[in-house]
């Protein structure tokens, strides 16, 4: 008996345990549910969490946008006269001057007289600076910090090189010269010459001497449609220049706008005339310019206003003429430097072939010449290839100068 009772019991206990194995693996099972479903349930809220807050940050910034359509318009203003620290003379858009405050949150150093500001409307206090009211086609003008081009770069022109250093470089690399002696410098210089022998080049070599921005603006880009408009365009020119002193502000074909006026003019042609007007302020105003010279240029002198040549505005007019065999050579000579010649290339001869031709007209021909040796392949640009390329360009150029006398237009 004792001995079933034994088996009985062993059996009873090997069940049980068995039992409670079971029980134990179901509870992890389970427990790792709860545990994958917790791990869940924890990044869902952290991910309505991360919504709240990106939410909340929307409807601020939406609140933000409403308070700010909500809030009353600005009055536009100019300031005309810091008085002190506090205060300031403003001239609003509607025309009246206010003595206001302005707030102390604002930098000082752009409280200036020109500087347009916003006004509150019912205190008429400064509360911010506008940025500049310069019209885009200002700054898309041709404005080189540091232009690339040196006196090396231009032949034929020594006598010319010479004269607008004296006037356009010495005075902005060397003032205390002028103001030892008490001497003005000239306020600006005109070159005038056919088109072609190396005004706008003379006009980048100065400036890259000068380490000065250069500016150059196209005399016909001035012409506006609107009263007032060619005006405007000039005085932003001139304030541009301004800002970036020390510069040089390049004129070319000057005549489009500088034509001389008469009594018998439409509407286009006054609107031009104010355009002029405003250009003669610039260069002859009350206000100094500063380190700011003026050149220009144009292949017509013959019809300029002589409101423009007179001294003070144009104190030096530079005559730019067609270069000579000498020059045409040493023209030949920059412009073949980077290119591989062969040895019967004579540039003194191909300068004494191209008599009246132009810096232009002698770059386009050793163009021309590289392009006949590309085209047969050659290792060296030969005699022969400028031979043709100036036979070509001078004939184009011929036919150019004959169209020019039948129409009665021509360099004077």
């Known amino acids: ?21 079971d029980k134990i693996k179901q509870l992890e099972e389970a427990n790792l549910i709860l545990k994958t479903r917790l791990e869940s349930l924890e990044r869902e809220r952290r991910r309505e969490e991360e919504l709240k807050l990106r939410y909340e940050r929307e409807i601020r ?53 020109g500087v347009q500001v916003a006004l509150n409307q019912q205190s008429l206090s400064v509360i911010g600076v506008l ?8 700054y898309g003008m041709e404005v080189i910090e540091a232009p690339d081009v040196t006196y090396g770069m231009i032949g034929g022109l020594k006598e010319q090189i010479e004269e607008i250093r004296e006037v356009v470089e010495l005075p902005l690399s060397d003032p205390e010269r002028f103001e030892k002696l008490g001497v003005e410098p000239p306020r600006g210089v005109l070159l005038v010459g056919p088109p072609g022998t190396g005004k706008t080049m003379l006009a980048k070599a ?23 408009e060619g005006a405007r365009l000039v005085r932003e020119l001139f304030e541009l220049a301004r800002e970036k002193a020390p510069s040089i502000v390049f004129i070319d ?36 310019r500063g380190d700011v010279k003026v050149i220009g240029a144009t292949n017509r002198p013959d019809i300029l206003d002589p409101a423009l040549l007179r001294p003070g505005r144009f104190d030096r007019i530079i ?21 591989k010649l ?23 021909i050793c163009t021309e010449a590289g392009m006949f040796a590309v085209k047969q392949s050659k290792n060296a640009v030969e005699m022969e290839d400028f031979e043709r390329a100036i036979r070509k360009i001078m004939r184009s150029e011929q036919s150019r100068y004959t169209k020019s006398l039948e129409s009665g237009v021509m360099f004077a």
Do not use: C, W
């Open 319 to 339: 005559f730019i003429p067609l270069p000579d065999a000498e020059g045409r050579e040493e023209i030949f000579r920059i412009h073949t430097s980077k290119m």
């Open 342 to 364: 062969a040895p019967n290339v004579d540039l003194k001869k191909l300068a004494s072939l191209s008599e009246g031709a132009t810096g232009a007209d002698i770059k386009a």
């Open 131 to 138: 940025p500049s009211q310069k019209d885009p086609f200002v």
């Open 61 to 113: 910034k939406l609140r933000s946008e409403i308070e700010r359509l909500r809030a009353p318009p600005l009055i536009v203003g100019t300031i005309v006269e810091v008085i002190d620290d506090r205060r300031a003379i403003v001239k609003s858009s509607t025309g009246p001057r206010f003595v206001v405050n302005y707030s102390q949150f604002l930098n000082r150093r752009d409280i200036q007289p």
């Open 253 to 288: 074909e000057i005549d489009a706008i500088a034509a001389r006026r008469d009594e018998d003019s439409t509407s286009g042609e006054r609107e031009v005339q104010r355009t002029m007007m405003q250009l003669l302020a610039e260069i002859d105003g009350f206000d100094p």
């Open 206 to 228: 100065v400036a890259n001497r000068t380490s000065a921005t250069f500016i150059r603006v196209i005399g016909s880009e001035l012409v506006q449609k609107y009263i007032g």
């Open 1 to 21: 008996m004792k001995e079933v009772s034994s088996s009985g019991s062993a059996s009873f206990d090997e069940d049980y345990a068995k039992y409670l194995l």
